[in-house]
């Protein structure tokens, strides 16, 4: 299974941009960047994915670096129901989602 | 549609006894999944159903668990002669066919405490 590398922990302030990073350096052409983000007593939620181009939703944007060996989810002005476990998966569809430890993150009112 | 529904929300069983939980995913989903989750970690893929087939069976489902998805519907994961270390969440997943989407939905989870 393809490996991804978060940060185990961030923090930042409600209302402000919050940028997740995901390094993904042995990542296959085939691998889509999936984002689940996890809220406390909650089953994982679908957040976002993306293949080469960034990707803008309703709940946040993907900006996948050129290379793919990276990317960054951004939540473009946090508030306290954001504060969760964000996991940053490499997914073929066909596959199961292999989850990592993920990154707490913290949300300051 | 009211998402994927898992029952019991939370078992509590006396070490030796068997317990079997129901997941109920969303209608026309034709791909199940169960994960196992403890404290501080995240979901640990235990078994992967594609309509009533399970295609794939993690090693950490030893042959104390079986999990079933009989008609291709509704499943079932059952742990037999529970022991204390199998207290976790029981997380199940369901997804469209693979044509229509990727993304997986999840239920809410069965809490067990084997004590």
């Known amino acids: 299974d393809a490996k991804t590398t978060q940060p185990n922990s961030m923090e930042s302030n409600e209302e402000e941009p919050v940028h997740l990073p995901c390094n993904h350096s042995t990542i296959s052409g085939t691998d889509y960047i999936h984002w689940y983000r996890q809220l406390p007593s909650q089953g994982p939620e679908y957040v976002i994915h993306?293949?080469?181009s960034n990707v803008n939703n309703r709940m946040a944007s993907l900006a996948i670096a050129e290379d793919r060996k990276s990317s960054t989810l951004i939540l473009h002005r946090a508030t306290l129901r954001d504060a969760a476990v964000y996991y940053c998966i490499l997914f073929q569809g066909a596959q199961k989602l292999v989850f990592g430890q993920g990154t707490r993150l913290t949300i300051n009112p | 549609d009211t998402g994927v529904s898992q029952n019991p929300r939370h078992k509590i069983t006396k070490r030796g006894q068997n317990v079997t939980f129901r997941c109920d995913p969303i209608?026309?989903?034709?791909?199940l999944y169960w994960y196992r989750q403890t404290l501080g970690q995240g979901p640990e893929f235990l078994t992967y159903?594609?309509?009533?087939?399970?295609?794939?069976k993690s090693r950490l489902l030893s042959d104390r668990f079986s999990a079933e998805r009989p008609k291709g519907s509704f499943s079932t994961l059952e742990i037999q002669r529970t022991e204390q270390g199998d207290s976790a969440m029981y997380l199940c997943?369901?997804?469209?066919?693979?044509?229509?989407?990727?993304?997986?939905?999840f239920g809410q989870g069965t809490r067990l405490t084997v004590v």
């Open positions: 997943a369901s997804s469209p066919p693979l044509r229509l989407n990727t993304e997986a939905f």
């Open positions: 159903f594609q309509n009533e087939a399970q295609l794939e």
């Open positions: 209608s026309e989903h034709n791909r």
């Open positions: 993306g293949l080469t």
